[in-house]
């Protein structure tokens, strides 16, 4: 049989066959084989924290026990709530602005190696400075409203954006864009079809550790000046010393950078069904 009649022959015909995809138990068991150690860990921390609690190791001021934690995350459930809201309206804000303008950054770099050399030090330069250091400013200039701690989300995580953006728009084949320029496409055609989806795993790695660094973004600005948000209650219940208060602060915080970080991993494996990391299903020959 000649070479054109086997790259002819559809994927059901015989000498080829399809892996079918997992079923809904072996998901399962999947899932279950990958959470177990992460469980495993979490579970024993919870252990040490309450038998430090229980030995009184440590006074109850400085580490509250589980289930004082666990008290004040049900009874004061609704003032949590409320202050969790807002950070998590800062930081989604502040992320999304993050992806937009960095997208737009990348790509303009990319395109124009002028921009890229002008832009790149400040990036850096505005990357190294100490957030926390110039978040004081931001309030001196922009009040005590949502806009600082928007402004700070956004800055926290414009950088792992752009950066992981440029590198995808430079790491597409060389011989992709050759072969795109001789049947002729355009610049554009050759940005949508070819160099933004090849960049598409490379962003998705710097989006979910920019999502994550948003939410401290947020917080950091609330600690600088701030009447609700998550960090107006941590700031408050350590300067009023109730550390419970401080600890359901703490988890919740993190519950949200969690929360945003399974929801980048979702959106990456369903836009990206085609990458090498996420395929399910493989087309095999059996000659």
């Known amino acids: 049989m000649s070479q054109s009649a086997l790259s002819k022959r559809p994927a059901d015909a015989a000498g080829v066959a399809r892996r079918a995809g997992p079923t809904t138990g072996e998901r399962l ?25 229980a030995a009184e190791l440590i006074e109850a001021y400085l580490v509250p ?34 992806v937009v303008v960095g997208v737009l950054a990348a790509v303009v770099m990319v395109h124009s190696s002028t921009v890229e050399r002008t832009l790149y030090p400040i990036l850096l330069f505005a990357q190294v400075v100490p957030k926390i250091a110039i978040a004081p400013l931001f309030v001196v200039w922009l009040g005590f409203g949502i806009a600082p701690k928007i402004l700070i989300a956004v800055l926290i995580a414009f950088f792992p954006v752009v950066i992981s953006m440029v590198t995808g728009l430079k790491a597409v084949d060389p011989e992709m864009l050759q072969l795109s320029a001789t049947m002729g496409a355009k ?4 940005f949508v079809k070819i160099r933004f989806p090849a960049s598409l795993p490379h962003l998705f790695s710097g989006l979910k550790v920019a999502v994550t660094l948003a939410v401290t973004g947020a917080v950091v600005g609330e600690f600088v000046g701030a009447n609700e948000g998550l960090g107006y209650v941590i700031l408050q219940a350590n300067g009023n010393l109730d550390t419970p208060m401080l600890f359901a602060g703490l988890l919740v915080m993190s519950l949200i950078g969690v929360v945003l970080f399974v ?3 979702i959106a990456e494996k369903l836009l990206l069904p085609w990458h090498a990391s996420r395929r399910d299903t493989s087309a095999t020959t059996t000659f």
């Open 29 to 53: 068991v999947r899932a279950a084989e990958q959470s177990w150690r992460p469980l495993a860990l979490l579970l024993a921390a919870l252990v040490v924290w309450w038998v430090i609690a």
């Open 65 to 98: 026990s589980p289930g004082a934690t666990l008290d004040v995350l049900t009874s004061k459930a609704g003032y949590l709530w409320q202050h969790t809201w807002v950070t998590t309206y800062e930081t989604l804000l502040g992320f999304a602005i993050a």
């Open 187 to 190: 610049p554009w055609q050759t």
């Open 263 to 265: 929801v980048v991993e």
